[in-house]
T-cell receptor, first 113, second 110 residues
Framework: NAGVTQTPKFRILKIGQSMTLQCAQD?????MYWYRQDPGMGLKLIYY???????DKGEVPNGYNVSRSTTEDFPLRLELAAPSQTSVYFC????????????FGPGTRLTVT | GESVGLHLPTLSVQEGDNSIINCAYS??????FIWYKQESGKGPQFIID?????DKRQGQRVTVLLNKTVKHLSLQIAATQPGDSAVYFC?????????FGKGNQVVVIP
């Protein structure tokens, strides 16, 4: 199994541009998550999904959108990028309710200038 | 608001010694606590977890202690090795989601 994969690894955006961060998992996990990690800080939850077609906001959802059309994929969309969105983005997945062991991808480092 | 945090930002440990990483939490509704390890340039990796009805759980070279009276969580690493150098995060789960602390850097001195 590849686990959780994320693309791209690095990206530089200009202010106002848009992009989609891709995330896929091959473990047949129901739950998927998007976090952002700012320098020297912990992870903050952006959005999460408990299954295909179901998404919900996390702690810091403003400026982002998600969709979950399949169990495997959970893309994160940034519209009108702002410097405050400069961060490292991690996607994670877990089996389901009661399973708190989340498996993380390698991350996407995004810079908005 | 309620949050998870760590006492010490950096812990330097001699190789072979034991490490103790501490974490304070404030959400009394949390029923699950987890420790993650993050090596440089990688995503966090699950180490060990503990439910709120337990006060101790052991894994391979790691032990997690939970003191609900003072809302304190700790991770003990036995015989610290160079590969243990990383940032360690505690996380709590009050509502089926994880709330992460800021992280604690562990540096192993050979």
């Amino acid at each position: 199994n590849a686990g959780v994969t994320q693309t791209p690894k690095f990206r530089i955006l200009k202010i106002g541009q848009s992009m989609t961060l891709q995330c896929a998992q091959d473990m047949n996990h129901n739950y998927m998550y998007w976090y952002r990690q700012d320098p020297g800080m912990g992870l903050k939850l952006i959005y999460y999904s408990v299954g295909a077609g179901i998404t919900d906001k996390g702690e810091v959802p403003n400026g982002y959108n998600v969709s979950r059309s399949t169990t495997e994929d959970f893309p994160l969309r940034l519209e009108l990028a702002a410097p405050s969105q400069t961060s490292v983005y991690f996607c994670a997945s877990s089996y389901g309710t009661g399973s708190y062991e989340q498996y993380f991808g390698p991350g996407t480092r995004l810079t908005v200038t | 608001g309620e949050s998870v945090g760590l006492h010490l930002p950096t812990l330097s440990v001699q190789e072979g010694d034991n490490s103790i990483i501490n974490c304070a939490y404030s959400n009394s509704a949390s029923d699950y606590f987890i420790w993650y390890k993050q090596e440089s340039g990688k995503g966090p990796q699950f180490i060990i977890d503990i439910r709120s009805n337990m006060d101790k759980r052991q894994g391979q070279r790691v032990t997690v202690l939970l003191n609900k009276t003072v809302k304190h969580l700790s991770l003990q690493i036995a015989a610290t090795q160079p590969g243990d150098s990383a940032v360690y995060f505690c996380a709590e789960s009050p509502f089926n989601r994880l709330a992460f602390g800021k992280g604690n850097q562990v540096v192993v001195i050979p």
